[in-house]
């Protein structure tokens, strides 16, 4: 009999020895992550999914709880990436203890294979801490969407006297013992040299091509919005508009009753073709 041989889901240790480019999109739903997963390395459950899934203005909202939910959907649609988790904002920033504490719950409930964080040189010590303690950390250094209101609203990072200090985030996060980092909406030629001084792989997002890996929103990726597309992503899909047309139609049909027609119902005879 032949061994049946079943695929390894992707690790921290096996993203960091990738020689291509990580694959990495956001996912929060269980269909989204069935349909993502066999084309990506990394799967994303960020806290990105407060403003994506819940309609809030910023990510500052999102709890743990909804984290855990959305991190176990993921986990559950998905066999072959690593699944990471964000942690959202305040439950990890007063100090590593209390860092450790919601990473190893995420964890423990969802079965993902890591945490993401953000910060530089002051979240640093929090990095080592979860690290020796068998937490894998992936770093989000750049733009950091939780810092909203100190970045002084969602910009580019990185011009002039600020490059030093994100370079400096960079290479605290990866002493620290982070396996990869995020570079978010960084100046181009900034987020190339981090990704050119580091050992470890980037990921960017408004970043470089230079850099390690890629990732976006799925949502943002796949078109399902209109109202607004970030410079730095690319839609390969119109999806909402097809979303949009399917509804109309459906709202139509109902309307002048051409649907339900006698095959979707029960115990009405088909029409003779």
Known sequence: MSKHVTARRHTPRSLAALDAPIVALTAYTTPMARLMDPHCDLLLVGDSLGMVVYGMDSTLAVTP???????QAVVRGSKNACVAIDLPFGSYQQSPQQAFAVSAEIMAKTGAGCV????????????????????????HIGLKPQAVHTHGGF????????????????KAIEAAGAFSVVIESTMEPLAREISETL??????????????GQVLVGEDMLGLFSDFTPRFV????????????????YAAAVRDRSFPGPEQCVGMPKKES
């Open 199 to 212: 050992s470890i792989p980037t990921i960017g997002i408004g970043a470089s091509p230079a850099c390690g």
């Open 234 to 249: 690319k839609r390969f899909a119109a999806i909402g508009e097809q979303v949009d047309k399917a509804v109309a139609e």
């Open 155 to 170: 910009r580019t990072v990185g011009r002039g006297s600020e490059a030093e200090q994100v370079m400096q985030d960079a």
């Open 116 to 139: 993401k964080l953000e910060g530089g040189v002051e979240m640093a010590e929090t990095v080592h801490f979860l690290t020796q303690r068998g937490i894998p950390v992936i770093g």
């Open 65 to 71: 709880e909804m984290m855990i939910a959305h991190g």
